[in-house]
């Protein structure tokens, strides 16, 4: 699975530069094992279908720099991460990820 990260992960990567590569294997491993399992975890991000697709969250702890919350889409063989933060409560979340949707 090919997993590839939109403008709204920009803001994160900035403020973490040094971690960015471990933060995207460990975001991309997450997922693949979600698919896998059956999106057990995950949760609609949005009620608003991001190219006909319907937008997931879920929370996932990166080590060092601590939790986050993604959103993001999968189709196929192709998951793109949305947005991605550090705001933890689902409804902050939210809001965060409908401010940077197109």
């Known amino acids: 699975m090919k997993v590839s990260f939109n403008k709204g992960c920009k803001l994160f990567f900035k403020k973490h530069p040094q971690a960015k590569k471990v933060a995207q294997e460990k975001i991309g491993f997450a997922i693949k094992k979600e698919v896998q399992t059956g999106m057990t975890k995950v949760k609609l991000a949005t009620r608003r279908k991001i190219n006909n697709l319907p937008c997931y969250e879920m929370r996932l702890n990166l080590g060092k720099m601590g ?3 993604i ?11 949305w947005y991605l933060s550090t705001s933890l409560q689902k409804s902050e979340f939210s ?6 949707l197109p």
């Open 67 to 69: 939790s986050v919350r």
């Open 71 to 81: 959103a993001f889409t999968v189709h196929d063989e192709q998951a793109v991460v």
């Open 95 to 100: 809001k965060e990820l409908e401010k940077s």
